[in-house]
């Protein structure tokens, strides 16, 4: 996935429009690859209390990792990742 970005200076017309002034940020580019790589596992299961009671039990995991590589330079270039385990229990 890549993700560009510019911005451009400009004024407020009379009727609050924006005019272009051809004038743009050198500062404010932004050029991005990107790379969302996810793994995530589910696992439930409903253990019998009685006939009429019920426990259920489950869990997920998540993994994701996110490269991003910046094509004008080194700024915004980085490796993160986000871990987390969500657990839930509910008589039913």
Request: negative net charge; charged residues 25%.
């Amino acid at each position: 996935m890549s993700f560009w970005s510019s911005s451009e200076l400009g004024s407020f017309d009379d009727e609050r429009g924006v005019v272009p002034e051809g004038i743009f940020v050198e500062s404010a580019f932004v050029d991005l690859d990107t790379t969302v790589e996810n793994l995530s596992a589910y696992l439930p299961d409903t253990l019998a209390i009685t006939r009429q009671l019920g426990l259920v039990l489950s869990a997920r995991y998540n993994d994701t990792r996110v490269k991003l590589r910046d094509r004008l330079g080194t700024q915004l270039s980085g490796d993160h990742g986000f871990e987390h385990l969500n657990s839930a229990a509910a008589f039913t």
